[in-house]
């Protein structure tokens, strides 16, 4: 098991940059990737970014995702927050390239405008 947990999230102003972090505990040897979705009021769940243990990186839009699975914490860093960016921010843990296994509770961030 997997256990992961967010931190970061809160109201900040639109234009304001942000740092979202998530610490990994467990069986963290077993994990491939570590990533980011959001979901937004009455949107689906939505792919952010992704880092794997070797570094490479997927990313979309504005953000920036660093970290170092082998040292189980890892970091979403967005610049210029707009309203369109108030979500739940999802870190997840996968074991292979193809799925996400383990899903934290989430954190919310509200851009207020």
């Known amino acids: 098991q997997v256990l992961l947990v967010e931190s970061g999230g809160g109201l900040v102003q639109t234009g304001d940059p942000l740092r979202l972090s998530c610490a990994a505990s467990?069986?963290?040897?077993?994990?491939?990737?570590m990533g980011w979705f959001r979901q937004a009021p009455g949107k689906e769940r939505e792919f952010v970014a992704a880092?794997?243990?070797s570094g490479a990186t997927s990313v979309k839009g504005r953000f920036t995702i660093s970290g170092d699975i082998a040292k189980n914490t890892v970091y979403l860093q967005m610049r210029g927050a707009s309203p369109e960016d108030t979500a739940v921010y999802y870190c997840?843990?996968?074991?292979?390239?193809?799925?996400?296994?383990?899903w934290g509770q989430g954190t919310q961030v509200t851009v207020s405008s």
């Open positions: 467990g069986r963290t040897l077993s994990v491939y990737r």
């Open positions: 880092i794997n243990r």
């Open positions: 997840a843990a996968g074991l292979t390239r193809s799925n996400w296994e383990y």
